[in-house]
């Protein structure tokens, strides 16, 4: 008997036989005809030489994503199967995707570096500082191989007495990233190590993914613990190398940064004692020679007391000497003034001034003498004029002088007489009176 | 875990030295300086001949962590 399905009935059972056997699966294959529709979803095939298939990742999905797809870029996909009933096909639905081959993990590491950088994760400012002498140091590595038992070895051998706490992780594959975020938050949550060392050999960039894994750079940059990065690759950085707070470009140089050597710092602990017991040394030998000196000025009072005499007295002795020496001194002065003052005494200048008034007197007196001489001379001449031109000597002559009494006028015209009156008459020698007798006009 | 960190302490004792080797401390002070100076250095000498490194493996358990002595597998394990 033959069963007939319906199309329906053929494609349910094919989907559900599908879509039970591929629950989760890992596809690998290169993408191509990438399209983005307005929905926001991705839609691409997926080949490789000989196959394709269909594939669709969801926008919610997507940003998980951390790198952008693109046509030709070889790709890993975490995938289901999904049969789509209506079209009657199937087709992968992808919900994580990483970079596979060079190119686009190179693409991937450029990507990540540029937008954590921007993000600030890089920024020094958030660096912390390598502790100087770690008590015990995280090591984050796979507990086999050559890097354990170098960062072992290094550390054992610089300063032997540094505890080493492992957290055993895988460096590579699929799982790395996880566990190594896992370790670094063990470490900071465990808290008994103060610095961490991330650390795995040299890889190809491929090998070397989980440290260009943006969770584990996030674990790295939020660990309060000191990470320092150290995978072995000299040349190329990681993402790790950037936002570690110390990059080493091995495990054994990461081992020589974090550990000081233990003979070195013995060695600079035994000069600083050196040095400061040098210094004691030296001060105290110092303070010895102060209090010896200082004993040596420290002086019996009683000496200085002689020595006060002493000095009083010779004080005493250079007074006198230079009292009388002064006073000598003074006299000489004094006399030197006294003669200079004698010098400007106008005894001298009286005298002078004397001698010339007596001369002057002597002048005057000649000069007045001689004025009179000649006064005398004229008054002469004047007594022999006078003497000829007076009443007397015209008396004398024989003339004489009628007066009319009483009044004593003199009478010089007859008319002022009359017969009667009374006249004297003078004479040269004596007179005598008389009466007017008869008037005889002139 | 309040003690002085090797560091500080180095650092600190360097200081000190420095200090006195200026020569510009009174006597009194040189002599604290270098009490606390022999303090120092018997602290660092101390962390510096710690006993020997104890090498651990950190394991996560349900109550928390556990630690157990690390022995290095063999080659062929590489």
Redesign the interface.
């Known amino acids: 008997m033959k069963e007939i399905l319906s199309v329906t009935e053929l494609t349910l059972r094919i989907k559900f036989l599908l879509e039970s056997s591929f629950e989760t699966f890992w596809v690998e294959g290169e993408i191509s005809n990438l399209r983005r529709p307005g929905s926001g979803h991705v839609y691409f095939t997926l080949k490789d030489e000989k196959s394709q298939v269909r594939a669709v990742i969801f926008r919610p999905a997507l940003k998980s994503i951390r790198f952008d797809l693109e046509d030709g870029m070889q790709v890993i996909l975490r995938a289901r199967l999904n049969v789509y009933e209506p079209r009657g096909e199937y087709q992968v639905i992808a919900d994580a995707a990483e970079p596979k081959g060079l190119g686009a993990l190179q693409k991937a590491f450029e990507q990540l570096k540029v937008r954590l950088q921007e993000e600030g994760l890089f920024d020094p400012v958030h660096k912390k500082p390598i502790?100087?002498?770690p008590r015990k140091i995280?090591v984050i590595t796979s507990?086999?191989?050559?890097v354990?038992?170098d960062i072992?070895t290094i550390?054992?051998r610089r300063f032997?007495?540094?505890?080493?706490?492992?957290?055993?992780v895988r460096v590579q594959g699929m799982e790395a990233s996880q566990e190594i975020v896992e370790?670094i938050a063990?470490?900071n949550?465990?808290g008994k190590a103060d610095v961490i060392i991330l650390a795995r050999g040299g890889g190809s960039l491929e090998d070397l993914a989980p440290f260009n894994d943006e969770r584990v750079a996030r674990a790295i940059f939020n660990s309060r613990v000191p990470v320092v990065s150290a995978v072995g690759h000299e040349i190329d950085f990681t993402i790790a190398d950037f936002v570690a707070d110390l990059r080493a470009p091995t495990p054994s140089a990461a081992a020589e940064l974090v550990v000081p050597i233990?003979r070195e710092?013995?060695d600079?602990?035994n000069d600083?004692?050196r040095?400061?017991d040098r210094?004691?040394a030296r001060?105290l030998e110092s303070?010895r020679e102060k209090t010896v000196l200082l004993g040596e000025r420290l002086r019996d009072p009683r000496r200085v007391i002689a020595d006060l005499r002493l000095g009083l007295d010779d004080c005493s002795g250079r007074l006198s000497t230079a009292l009388s020496a002064g006073i000598a001194a003074r006299k000489t002065g004094l006399q030197n003034l006294r003669a200079h003052i004698r010098l400007l005494s106008p005894a001298a200048k009286i005298r002078e001034r004397f001698f010339v008034l007596e001369n002057l007197h002597k002048n005057v007196v000649a000069a007045f003498l001689r004025n009179l001489e000649g006064l005398k001379k004229r008054l002469d001449g004047d007594v022999t004029v006078l003497d000829s031109l007076s009443p007397l000597s015209v008396l004398r002559r024989g003339y004489s002088i009628v007066k009319k009494l009483p009044e004593g006028v003199i009478i010089k015209d007859a008319a002022s007489v009359v017969p009667g009156d009374d006249v004297a008459v003078k004479l040269s020698l004596g007179g005598f009176r008389a009466k007017v007798v008869k008037i005889e006009e002139g | 875990m309040a003690e002085e960190k090797f560091e500080e302490a180095l650092e600190k004792l360097e200081e000190i030295v420095k200090k006195m080797e200026s020569g510009d401390l009174t006597l009194d002070e040189s002599l604290k300086a270098f009490e606390e100076g022999i303090r120092l250095s018997r602290l660092c000498a101390q962390k510096i001949d710690e006993a020997e490194r104890r090498v651990e493996i950190l394991l996560k358990t349900q109550e928390g962590f556990d630690v157990k002595p690390f022995k290095e597998k063999d080659e062929s394990d590489h």
């Not at chain 1, 507990?143 to 050559?146: M, V």
């Not at chain 1, 032997?160 to 055993?168: H, T």
């Open positions: 502790p100087f002498l995280g507990p086999s191989g050559a354990i038992r072992l550390t054992g032997p007495s540094i505890d080493i706490l492992i957290a055993p370790a063990d470490m949550a465990h233990r710092l013995r600079s602990l600083l004692w040095r400061m210094c004691c001060l303070v």
